[in-house]
């Protein structure tokens, strides 16, 4: 199995930007779907963003589309991403995740994931 583990995440005004990691140990990312939810105190874990590791396809939640990129650095074996124009209702825990199972199109739920990271807490406050 991979372990996942993220970081970059912190405090910042609203309009700011951040880059969250999520690095891979243990069988390498590549041809897997990845993906970043989020989860707030008191709700169900939302979808963030995707990428499709065989084709680089992405896809994002309206909330954040145009806001927020999805990417990855093969040669580190690292998953991004990159918040700009954060708002307060960005805040949350954020959570990288790995499909187990290789050639197929991510998907939008939890349940389409095997593997998870610890999170990373991004606060979005005045």
């Known amino acids: 199995q991979v372990h996942l583990v993220e970081s970059g995440g912190g405090s910042v005004q609203p309009g700011g930007t951040l880059r969250l990691s999520c690095e891979g140990t243990g069988r390498t990312l590549s041809g897997y779907a990845m993906a970043w939810f989020r989860q707030a105190p008191g709700k169900e874990r939302e979808f963030v963003a995707a990428?499709?590791?065989?084709?680089?396809?992405?896809h994002y939640a309206d909330s954040v589309k145009g806001r927020f990129t999805i990417s990855r650095d093969n040669v580190k074996n690292t998953l991004y991403l990159q918040m700009v124009d954060l708002k307060p209702e960005d805040t949350a825990s954020y959570y990288c995740?790995?499909?187990?199972?290789?050639?197929?199109?991510?998907?939008?739920?939890?349940?389409?994931?095997?593997?998870w990271g610890q999170g990373t807490q991004v606060t979005v406050s005045s």
């Open positions: 990428i499709n590791w065989d084709d680089g396809r992405t």
């Open positions: 995740a790995s499909d187990g199972i290789s050639g197929t199109a991510p998907q939008a739920v939890p349940e389409g994931y095997d593997y």
